[in-house]
Structures are given as structure tokens and as C-alpha cells.
């Protein structure tokens, strides 16, 4: 299990723990119950359980099913051992399918019934109520944990897929913007060159440069372009040329979808050249996406920072960055190896790995100049 688990699970245990050393004796002073050195090692064993909660629920849930059942049937006094039993049957229910759970549920009421039936304290039939609710009240709230948990998760995951899909469209509208655009210019202006070739050369020439300067300018915004062919990108409005300035409503599209977006810039906002103003948009663009998709519940935090002959971007996030920066990409340029190719081909840098103290870090360099 991941280890940012283990950290709850211990301060939960080791409060059950010291709630249930310090709270057994006065329980039982208001109960007139004498809470005997019998008790506590029962109330140890039960909260310790809890450590392992969620590597191992059923075993937890059988460990202080027992401890709680053979404390009650000793006649010691309801207190802080329930505590640890309603957390064993919660984890059980909000961790495990709802067939095993219903199962395991099943047989920890059976056992605390033993109670019921044949306690030094037993309240009688009408302790049946109480005894079930013990169980029932726990198990409802971690099925309904679960519940929403996975939902949550699929709506993330649909989400994704969905702005993927737009994007994937959205890209498709502008590479055929930007080819037709450019061959009906080149097509033109290369029809003027032949008309004009024999009769009136000094026209042809102007007419072949600007057929290189068209076909170099289509080249250029292309080739930046598809490189999102490749990848799944967090966008899906009709733009033809998203940048920079597009960032707070990317950061309310994924606060939307349930990432937290901080965004700063540092320095005064430039106007950058197209190709670069939507490398950097992308690089951003892509950062999150990873972010929705892979770091689980995380925050995230966009830095953009303009100077003289520069624009950087930088995107942290507290998430799960080893998993993400250790997970081998598909061939042909998809994820971090797409935001890379998409700024070195325009002269930047780019690097990407685990942030401290923990999450993800991805940051990229792009100059205010377009690449050769």
C-alpha cells in the first residue's frame, strides 16, 4: 500500500489506542462497572488491529470482532473498544466488494449476538436493537464511502476521455485550417509563378518567395499542431490558436473536474509568437491532464514567468509523482515525451520529474524566437 496511507492508519490507530487506555476506566466508573486489568489488553489488541486496516480489512475486522466480543462477554463495560470495532466494520464495507463486506458484517453480528446471549451483562432481547446497530450504522457508512469514491473515479476518468476526444476534434479542425489555408495560398501563388515565368520573371520570383515563405509558415504552425495528434490534452473549445491567456478558464475547467488550480505569473506578460504563445498552453494543458488522470487527489500549482527573450512555465502538483515519472509511455511521442518534442522544436527545454517534498514537477523554457 502506498506509504501516504500508512501515515493515517497510524495516528488513527495510536489515538484508538490512547483513547481506549485512558476512557475504559472512567466508562466504567459511569456505568458502576469495574473495568478490570482484564480489559485493556483487549482494548490494545483491538486498536492495533486497525493499523493494517486497509491492507488487510477482513483480517482487522475478524481480530477486533473477537477482542470486542470476548471484552463484552466478560462483563467489562461498553467504552472506547467500540471505537475500534465500528472502524474495523466501516473499513471493511468501504474497502471491500459489497458481497464480501455484507458476509463479513454478517459474521461480526453473529459473533457480538454471543453477547447478547450469554454476557455477564447481557442486556436480553432487547439488546438485539443496539448490538445490530453496532454493526449496521458503520457498514452503511462505508458502503456509501465506497460508493462515492468509485464514483468520483469514473467521472474523473470520463471526463478525461471526453476532453480527449474534443481535443482530438478540435486538432483535427486546425490542422485542416492550416493546410488548406496554406496549400489553396502555395496552389495560388504557384499558378501566378507559372503564368508569369517566360513573360514577366521579376513577378514569377516575387510570387516563388511567397510561395517559401507560405509553405515555411504552414510548415512551422503544422508541425507544432500535430504533435497533439499524439496525445490527449485538456481542452475542447473551438480556438484556433489557445494560449497563455487561456489559463483561467483551463483552471476553472479543472476545478470542474475536481483538481484545485493555483496560477501565478511572475513578470510583465509578453506578446509571444503564436507557435510558442500554444507550446507553452500546451505543455500546461498536458501537465494537468497527467495531473486529472494519474495523481489521484492532488492540487496543482501553474507558474508562468516572462523575461527579456524568454517565457517559462512551470507546473507542480501533490500528487503521485513517482508513479507517473517511473510508468513507460506508448511509442510515438504521447505524454511527457510529447510535451519534450513539442518544446525542443522550438529551441526550449524541458524536464520533468518528482518534486519535493512530494508530487510532480514539469517545467519548460521556451524562447521568443521560432526555432530554424
Keep these: 500500500?502506498?506509504?501516504?496511507?500508512?501515515?493515517?492508519?497510524?495516528?488513527?490507530?495510536?489515538?484508538?489506542?490512547?483513547?481506549?487506555?485512558?476512557?475504559?476506566?472512567?466508562?466504567?466508573?459511569?456505568?458502576?462497572?469495574?473495568?478490570?486489568?482484564?480489559?485493556?489488553?483487549?482494548?490494545?489488541?483491538?486498536?492495533?488491529?486497525?493499523?493494517?486496516?486497509?491492507?488487510?480489512?477482513?483480517?482487522?475486522?475478524?481480530?477486533?470482532?473477537?477482542?470486542?466480543?470476548?471484552?463484552?462477554v466478560l462483563g467489562y463495560p461498553y467504552g472506547p473498544i467500540l471505537l475500534s470495532f465500528f472502524v474495523a466494520v466501516?473499513?471493511?464495507?468501504?474497502?471491500?466488494?459489497?458481497?464480501?463486506?455484507?458476509?463479513?458484517?454478517?459474521?461480526?453480528?453473529?459473533?457480538?449476538?454471543?453477547?447478547?446471549?450469554?454476557?455477564?451483562?447481557?442486556?436480553?432481547?432487547?439488546?438485539?436493537?443496539?448490538?445490530?446497530?453496532?454493526?449496521?450504522?458503520?457498514?452503511?457508512?462505508?458502503?456509501?464511502?465506497?460508493?462515492?469514491?468509485?464514483?468520483?473515479?469514473?467521472?474523473?476518468?470520463?471526463?478525461?476521455?471526453?476532453?480527449?476526444?474534443?481535443?482530438?476534434?478540435?486538432?483535427?479542425?486546425?490542422?485542416?485550417?492550416?493546410?488548406?489555408?496554406?496549400?489553396?495560398?502555395?496552389?495560388?501563388?504557384?499558378?501566378?509563378?507559372?503564368?508569369?515565368?517566360?513573360r514577366r520573371p521579376e513577378q514569377a520570383e516575387a510570387a516563388l518567395t511567397a510561395i517559401s515563405r507560405t509553405s515555411k509558415e504552414a510548415l512551422d504552425e503544422l508541425r507544432v499542431t500535430l504533435t497533439v495528434v499524439r496525445r490527449e490534452e485538456v481542452a475542447d473549445e473551438r480556438a484556433p490558436a489557445p494560449g497563455l491567456d487561456q489559463l483561467p478558464h483551463l483552471r476553472e475547467r479543472l476545478a470542474g473536474a475536481g483538481v484545485p488550480v493555483t496560477v501565478e505569473v511572475t513578470g510583465a506578460p509578453l506578446a509571444l509568437p503564436v507557435a510558442v504563445d500554444l507550446a507553452a498552453y500546451r505543455v500546461v494543458q498536458e501537465a494537468l491532464t497527467n495531473v486529472l488522470r494519474h495523481a489521484g487527489p492532488a492540487t496543482a500549482a501553474v507558474r508562468v514567468g516572462y523575461a527579456p527573450g524568454e517565457v517559462t512555465v512551470e507546473v507542480t502538483d501533490t500528487g503521485r509523482g513517482r508513479s507517473r515519472d517511473a510508468a513507460p509511455e506508448p511509442s510515438g511521442g504521447s505524454g511527457l515525451a510529447g510535451m519534450r518534442e513539442r518544446v525542443t522544436a522550438l529551441g526550449g527545454t524541458f524536464s520533468a520529474g518528482p518534486a519535493a517534498p512530494g508530487g510532480f514537477r514539469v517545467h519548460a523554457t521556451l524562447p521568443l524566437r521560432e526555432a530554424a
Design 1 to 72: 500500500m502506498d506509504r501516504e496511507r500508512r501515515w493515517p492508519d497510524a495516528l488513527l490507530t495510536v489515538a484508538l489506542l490512547a483513547i481506549g487506555l485512558v476512557g475504559t476506566a472512567p466508562a466504567g466508573v459511569n456505568q458502576g462497572v469495574d473495568a478490570g486489568p482484564g480489559a485493556y489488553p483487549l482494548v490494545v489488541v483491538a486498536a492495533l488491529a486497525v493499523a493494517v486496516r486497509r491492507r488487510r480489512p477482513l483480517v482487522t475486522l475478524a481480530v477486533v470482532t473477537v477482542a470486542t466480543t470476548a471484552y463484552l
Design 90 to 198: 466501516y473499513t471493511v464495507a468501504a474497502y471491500r466488494p459489497v458481497r464480501d463486506a455484507a458476509v463479513a458484517g454478517a459474521g461480526a453480528l453473529a459473533a457480538l449476538l454471543a453477547y447478547v446471549l450469554f454476557g455477564a451483562r447481557s442486556p436480553g432481547l432487547v439488546g438485539l436493537m443496539p448490538v445490530a446497530a453496532w454493526v449496521v450504522v458503520p457498514f452503511a457508512a462505508g458502503v456509501t464511502a465506497r460508493l462515492s469514491r468509485e464514483a468520483v473515479a469514473r467521472n474523473r476518468t470520463d471526463e478525461a476521455r471526453r476532453l480527449a476526444d474534443a481535443e482530438r476534434l478540435r486538432v483535427a479542425r486546425e490542422v485542416h485550417d492550416v493546410v488548406g489555408h496554406g496549400l489553396a495560398a502555395i496552389h495560388l501563388q504557384a499558378e501566378i509563378a507559372l503564368h508569369l515565368l517566360d
